[in-house]
């Protein structure tokens, strides 16, 4: 195992990571911007390095100040967490490069998987379902309306080099594809360094459900089971489950097995995140993207699996993975990002927290970057916490996040808690009834 593990990221998931690698008895380094000089993953870390000025692209996002600050304190390995340089192959290339572990897959699978073009055509030839689209990058709007023509609409325009939700579009109708053709090809050029587009069918109404795998050492993948990420908004995940209530076992099964398909063929090592899209009027599913890191929403799986996922992360970079298996999945667990934000408008509310006081129980978890006193930055992403519940059931799993969300006081900043108080209030969402168009209309109703 690791003498010394730098985390290149901050909030929440660095906290969380810097926990589970005290535990194994490892040190650990947290890396800082000006904003974060008293943050919490700071405090937690066993030394901390400063890597720059509060802008990302000046800190997070500078991979010769990471390097340093590593090769400053002694550090043998880093682990991106998510966002940031998690899925850079160039940054993981530069990092195994320098003689440190890389927690994570191989940069070249990392590369293979940003691609959204490249990763569709890939996962098509493993045998996995992709909705139609265009299976190379298109040149121009004449293009685009060609193909669109074949597809049909509604389709979404995709930035080929997107992730997380980030650079899609959904176009309804003819006249409006030459608008958003364009628009999205000068954001994908700004934003990810790459103006190629896809255009995909759009399914609606649709589940979003996404499975959890594990690539090992000696080529064998676990599947972690599932999660549904229907609950969302603008492509923004803000709940998530598992296992997913509103898909059959068939599906399921079926799902699972594609993604192990998918993880073997890859030769994939580490943790990984198949992404579907799916049609619950026909229970067929396909295939959206590959995420090549620790997913926001491990949590979940944690809950149901009893695995530590970073750990398993770190035993797997570590090639001492040769005693992990398929663990029972039992119960029902849930999440809710708790986000510092209006919650209609969905703008960040950045300030000063005031209160933060956390509710406290046996079957609740939190994971937090942050503490009264704290200020909320407005140079990241807003997330202050994951709050999850596990239970039984999924009725029950429910009814103590709604205790929890009661209990939850922040003040300071405005957050979406009371958004969230209504969603596990809603009928629809309490009967497992949802899709990818439910949180919308509960927040605007």
């Known amino acids: 195992m690791f003498n010394s593990l730098l985390i290149a990221n901050r909030g929440e998931i660095a906290v969380r990571v810097i926990r589970t690698a005290k535990r194994l008895g490892i040190r650990t380094v947290a890396v800082f911007s000006d904003a974060d000089a008293s943050a919490r993953h700071v405090e937690e870390a066993d030394t901390a390095v400063r890597i720059g000025p509060s802008p990302v692209a000046r800190s997070y996002l500078d991979v010769d100040a990471i390097l340093a600050a590593a090769s400053a ?87 080929a080099g997107g992730g997380g939700g980030i650079g899609m579009t959904v176009v309804r109708h003819e006249a409006d594809l030459d608008s958003a053709f364009q628009t999205a090809r000068g954001r994908a050029e700004r934003m990810f360094g790459s103006a190629d587009i896809l255009l995909e069918q759009y399914i609606e109404p649709a589940r979003h459900v996404e499975v959890q795998i594990l690539g090992l050492n000696d080529g064998r993948v676990l599947v972690l089971g ?3 990420c229907s609950m969302q908004r ?132 939190i994971d937090s970057g942050y503490r009264a006193g704290d200020e909320v930055s407005p140079y990241y992403d ?37 958004l969230l108080h209504r969603v596990l209030e809603d009928d629809a969402f309490m009967r497992g009834d949802f899709d990818t168009r439910t949180l919308a209309r509960i927040a605007e109703g």
Not at 91 to 107: D, T
Not at 238 to 261: F, K, N, Q, Y
Not at 395 to 416: D, L, P
């Open 73 to 159: 304190s002694g550090a043998d390995a880093i682990h991106p967490g998510y966002g940031f340089l998690s899925e850079n192959a160039d940054f993981a290339r530069r990092v195994q490069a320098a003689g440190l572990a890389w927690i994570g897959p191989s940069p070249d699978r990392i590369a293979e998987m940003g691609d959204k073009i490249r990763a569709r055509n890939l996962m098509a030839s493993y045998g996995v379902p992709v909705s139609r689209g265009t299976s190379q990058a298109l040149a121009d709007a004449a293009a685009a309306r060609a193909e669109a023509t074949r597809i049909g609409y509604p389709l979404m325009v995709k930035a």
């Open 226 to 228: 599932e999660r549904d």
């Open 234 to 365: 603008r492509f923004q995940k803000v709940i998530e489950e598992t296992p997913c209530r509103g898909i059959s076992d068939d599906l399921r099964e079926r799902m699972l097995a594609a993604s192990r398909r998918a993880g073997e063929s890859l030769g994939y090592r580490g943790a990984g995140t198949l992404e579907y899209l799916v049609d619950p009027r026909t229970e067929q599913f396909v295939f959206l993207e590959m995420n090549t890191r620790l997913q926001v929403e491990h949590p979940v799986t944690e809950l149901v699996t009893g695995m530590d996922l970073v750990e398993a992360q770190l035993l797997v970079a570590a090639h001492e993975d040769g005693e992990l298996a398929e663990p029972a999945r039992e119960n029902h667990a849930i999440e809710l990002r708790i986000y510092a934000e209006d919650p209609v408008r969905m703008l960040p509310s950045p300030g000063r927290l005031e209160q933060w006081k956390e509710p406290v129980g046996e079957h609740i978890r």
């Open 382 to 418: 807003p997330l202050l916490a994951k709050l999850c519940t596990v239970a039984a059931s999924r009725a029950a799993a429910i009814k103590r996040a709604r205790q929890a969300v009661g209990e939850f006081s922040v003040t300071g900043v405005k957050t979406n808690l009371p």
